[in-house]
């Protein structure tokens, strides 16, 4: 688990000028910046809360990374958190 690169993207999205934007335009231009796994990258992509998760991301910065994303609460863990 990529922790540091996980939790500099969530705060950047959330606080970097522009880097939402740019994010949603393409996620593809923005990842390659973050020490992350591909299959990291691939999850937060799909905005797989549940994968990340389980893979050890800290459920504060996951949530705020979701919300950031556009995921709603209730959305987050379609199956449970932990399936």
């Given at each position: 688990?990529?922790?540091?690169?996980?939790?500099?993207?969530?705060?950047?999205?959330?606080?970097?000028?522009?880097?939402?934007?740019?994010?949603?335009?393409?996620?593809?231009?923005?990842?390659?910046?973050?020490?992350?796994?591909?299959?990291?990258?691939?999850?937060?992509?799909?905005r797989d809360a549940a994968w990340l998760l389980r893979a050890g991301m800290n459920?504060?910065?996951?949530?705020?990374?979701?919300?950031?994303?556009?995921?709603?609460?209730?959305?987050?863990?379609?199956?449970?958190?932990?399936?």
């Amino acid at each position: 688990m990529s922790i540091v690169g996980l939790n500099r993207l969530a705060r950047d999205l959330e606080h970097a000028p522009g880097l939402h934007e740019r994010f949603a335009a393409d996620p593809g231009q923005v990842l390659p910046g973050y020490a992350l796994t591909e299959e990291e990258r691939s999850a937060v992509t799909r905005r797989d809360a549940a994968w990340l998760l389980r893979a050890g991301m800290n459920p504060v910065a996951l949530r705020n990374l979701m919300v950031t994303l556009g995921v709603a609460h209730h959305e987050m863990y379609p199956e449970g958190p932990l399936t």
